[in-house]
């Protein structure tokens, strides 16, 4: 079973995005794989217009809430997705990622340019689950 780990600075927009996708379609799939999502701070609330996307994509952020990356989170993952060029030498919780996903942050970004960074994600967590299944 993997364990995926979704990693960005605040876990308010693009690592929430990624997991919610994750974990519905590897349900979905029957692909034997969990992810979760931090952020190496990981504070303040989701970013109200990734929760309007999300909920338009049928992969609600229900219940979801910031959370700050945990040493427990690391061992857990048997893959570190980041976000941005996020580097684990700059962080309080030391990582190694094994991929980076450099998309723009949905901070401050209009709606439909959040639609688009949802679209890259839902995409990029789709290659990874064909990946996982081979």
Known sequence: MHTVLFLCLNNAGRSQMAEAFFNKRAKERNIQAISESAGTIGVGALHPGVIRVMEESGAPLDEQK????????????????????????????KF????????RDPAGESYGDVRVIRDQISDRVD???????A
């Open 66 to 93: 910031p959370k700050q990356l945990t040493p427990e989170m690391v061992e857990r993952a048997t893959i570190v997705i980041s976000f941005g060029g996020l580097l684990g030498e700059r962080s309080a919780v």
């Open 96 to 103: 190694v990622a094994n991929d980076d996903w450099p998309m």
């Open 127 to 133: 290659t990874l689950l064909e990946q996982l299944k």
